[in-house]
């Protein structure tokens, strides 16, 4: 039973990245699923979220950039994430119930 967090890498302000989030050894789809972020010196944050049924919440500093979806076709869900900033610079984890993913880095860099 795990996550594998994907996707991340160095991108210019103003572009974008999409991340996934896949599972193994359980159904993805049957649990609301949560992308969190980490930035050097600072706590972990939830950034979006989506519920079994496709409900989505997101943080307050990615509205509008950030889109949270699930194909449970391939027990997976992303994130788009358009207009980047170098305060989006962080390792991104996915979590569902009490598993986290290993997590991947996202770096906004000029």
């Known amino acids: 039973v795990q996550l594998q967090a994907s996707g991340g890498g160095l991108v210019q302000p103003g572009g974008s990245l999409r991340l996934a989030c896949t599972a193994s050894?359980?159904?993805?789809?049957?649990?609301?699923v949560g992308w969190y972020r980490q930035a050097p010196g600072k706590q972990r944050e939830l950034v979006a979220s989506?519920?079994?049924?496709?409900?989505?919440t997101y943080a307050d500093s990615v509205k509008g950039r950030f889109t949270i979806s699930r194909d449970n076709a391939k027990n997976a869900v992303y994130l788009q994430m358009d207009s980047l900033k170098p305060e989006d610079t962080a390792v991104y984890y996915c979590?569902?119930?009490?598993?986290w993913g290993q997590g991947t880095l996202v770096t906004v860099s000029s």
């Open positions: 979590n569902t119930e009490a598993i």
């Open positions: 050894g359980f159904r993805l789809s049957v649990n609301a």
């Open positions: 989506i519920t079994r049924r496709g409900t989505t």
